[in-house]
Each structure stands twice: as C-alpha cells, then as structure tokens.
C-alpha cells in the first residue's frame, strides 16, 4: 500500500521554527516530485511549497517565500519543510503531495497522485 505520512506538526509561538517530514512507503518517489500544501478551516487546499524530484528545482508560494525551505532526502523517500518565522496565518493541515511528473511542481492539487493524511501546525500570537 502506498503511503505518505507527514510529521512535524505542532503549536508554536509566532516567530517560532517546525520542521515538517513526509515519508513514503509502499513505493519509490525517487523520481516523483514533491509538493507541500496546507488548508486553513473554511478555506481552499494551497501551495505552499515543491521540489522537483532530485532537488534541482524548488517553487514557493509567495507567502512561504523566505521563511519556508523544501528538501529532500531520496535515500530515505523523505521530503522536508523547514518553516521558520512562523506566523499565526501559517495555522493550517499541511499536507504532502506526490506527482509522478519528476520535473513539474505544480501549483493546483490536480496533478498530484497521492497524499499524505496532514499534520497540523497551529501558531499562536
């Protein structure tokens, strides 16, 4: 069974640091590229972050752009997201994705084929 399960997630202080993990399981995603998106309560899944599959290309949404950092790790099947200077707006489930397109980080969730069940990240002011 395919699977991606993301930790990490937790309460934090504004201005605060959470690294998130996503590790998969079932099959290689070696060659997949890999998106981080988040949902807020009553609002749209977002782009937040993605890498393409050896790291070589990396995208961010505008808010994540200078605080967020994606890597990956291909020997563990493991992507990261390095959050720092949290603010209370980060709060949100925020999910992995995989897309099987090894060099497209796509921004809408269509493209992606799988995902993890989310962690939450909650910052406190």
């Known amino acids: 069974q395919v699977q991606l399960v993301e930790s990490g997630g937790g309460l934090v202080q504004a201005g605060g640091s959470l690294r998130l993990s996503c590790t998969a399981s079932?099959?290689?995603?070696?060659?997949?590229?890999m998106g981080w998106f988040r949902q807020a309560p009553g609002k749209e899944r977002e782009f937040v972050a993605g890498?393409?599959?050896?790291?070589?290309?990396?995208s961010y949404a505008d808010s994540a752009k200078g605080r967020f950092t994606i890597s990956r790790d291909n020997a563990k099947n493991t992507v990261f997201l390095q959050m720092n200077s949290l603010k209370p707006e980060d709060t949100a489930v925020y999910y992995c994705?995989?897309?099987?397109?090894?060099?497209?980080?796509?921004?809408?969730?269509?493209?992606?084929?799988?995902w993890g069940q989310g962690t939450q990240v909650t910052v406190s002011s």
């Open positions: 079932g099959r290689s995603f070696r060659t997949d590229s």
């Open positions: 890498i393409s599959w050896n790291g070589g290309r990396t």
């Open positions: 994705a995989a897309d099987a397109d090894p060099w497209g980080i796509h921004t809408t969730k269509d493209p992606y084929d799988y």
